[in-house]
């Protein structure tokens, strides 16, 4: 209707722009009076704001809600009322953090520590219970901590008082070694136990390790098959195929296959190994005959009893032994202080000694005619002393003494580990022995040089 009730003639004229017109109130009806449309404008940024606050409204709604009604799933737990509810050691909005103790009794299986990073100041501990002196193997598929601050605890036994076999913290990937290996660790007391501590700072992905009870190491890869023991029937090994060796069958006895036909052949009659033709040397008959490179061999070491595996240490090669005496290892039970090894039939060795110095490690070792001399070093104790004793082991009565040096020019003695020992003979036919720098509980890091004459002290 125009003004004054007057009928509209012609076509409907559409609204102006940048115009919303609203629905009559009276219906459909054109009576005159205060029955007309009313109106607003709403411009393109108008519009805008509007789905703005549309958009906010459904994503404040949204996520009102519970965990379960997002994801659809617990990691660690199950969904009730639309809430997680986490399984014992498991926190977290999705169940997604260990935080507590665990038990694994089935004889294979795997422990994380969550499907993310890890949270800040996490404590986790699973206890793996096999039976009594089965072997329990850990494979590391995947561990990223802080290093030096997140660290994971591996228990012998049962308990924090079973024997500490490994402590791990940073990264750790496959070594190689011949093939591409994940690293394992192995307890034989048929249980472990596993702690890891996490700190109130940085934190990364955490770990992913498979555990299995009875099994062979790390299934034999692939170059052998697991068998049982004979002499300990709850107990297997891998037996490698003829080209393969070492524990898990992870170490070729001809890398490359010697680089036959043109280099050389794999001998498998003898201690199978390359055998080079006459212009090629090295391991895998890889270099040419002269070459200015070196090379690293891995001897054929026989299996022995008492553990060898440390740190710190030193060694000296007196004709067909190298001695190693001391180190740092986690577990003392069966930690031997001296040991040598035949260079000629590749067999470890023990001394039969009756008495000697404490345990320890960071020392400095020097050969002169058929003794060794052994200085400082910090002594495996509670205390954890760095100590300046002097120790002289005769190599051919394997026997310890203990001496007191005479102080040449420098006028102290200083307790250090971390040093290097030498012995020269002097113009003069002396026989002094030089110690070079090393670390001081007293004074740390020292620039010093200390100087002995040791002709006295045979």
Known sequence: MEPGGRARTGPPQPAAPGLWRARPAGGGGGG???????????????????????????????????????????????????TCLCDPGWVGDQCQHCQGRFKLTEPSG???????????????????????NAVL????????????????????GDSIYAPLIAVLSGLIVPEIRGNETVPEVVTTSGYALLHFFSDAAYNLTGFNIFYS??????????????????????????????????????????????????????DLTGEKLCVCNDSWQGPDCSLNVPSTESYWILPNVKP?????????????????????????????????????????????NVGTLSRGPLQRY???????????FMYGGRIETNDGNVTDEL????????????????????GQQYAVEGHSAHIMELDSRDVVMIIIFGYSAIYGYTSSIQEYHICELL
């Open 391 to 410: 120790w002289v082991f005769n190599i051919h009565s394997q026997s310890w003494s203990t001496k007191t040096p005479t102080v040449l020019g420098h």
């Open 362 to 372: 960071g020392h400095s070792l020097a050969l002169y005619q058929e003794n060794i």
């Open 304 to 348: 022995f009893s008492p553990s060898v595996g440390r740190a710190s240490h030193k060694a000296v090669l007196y004709g067909k032994f190298m001695w190693v005496i001391g180190g740092y290892t986690f577990n003392y039970s069966s930690f031997q202080m001296v040991l040598n090894y035949n260079l000629e039939s590749s067999i470890w």
């Open 137 to 156: 193997r850990l494979r590391f598929n995947h561990f990223a901590t802080e290093c030096s601050w997140d660290h994971m605890y591996v228990y012998d």
């Open 213 to 266: 009870i009875n099994s062979c190491p790390n299934n034999c890869s692939g170059h052998g098959k697991c068998t049982t023991s004979i002499s300990v029937p709850s107990q297997v090994y891998c037996e490698c195929d003829k080209y393969w060796k070492g524990e898990a069958c992870d170490i070729p006895y001809c890398k490359a296959n010697c680089g036959s036909p043109d280099h050389g052949y794999c």
């Open 32 to 82: 005159g009076g205060g029955g007309g449309a009313s109106s607003w404008p709403l411009d393109g940024n108008s519009w805008l704001l509007c789905y703005g606050f549309l958009y906010l409204a459904l994503y404040a709604q949204v996520s009102q809600s519970k965990p379960c009604e997002r994801t659809g799933s617990c990691f660690s737990g199950r969904c009730v009322n639309s």
């Open 110 to 132: 795997y422990l994380t520590d969550g499907p993310i990073n890890y949270k800040y100041k996490t404590k986790c501990t699973w206890l793996i219970e096999g039976y009594p």
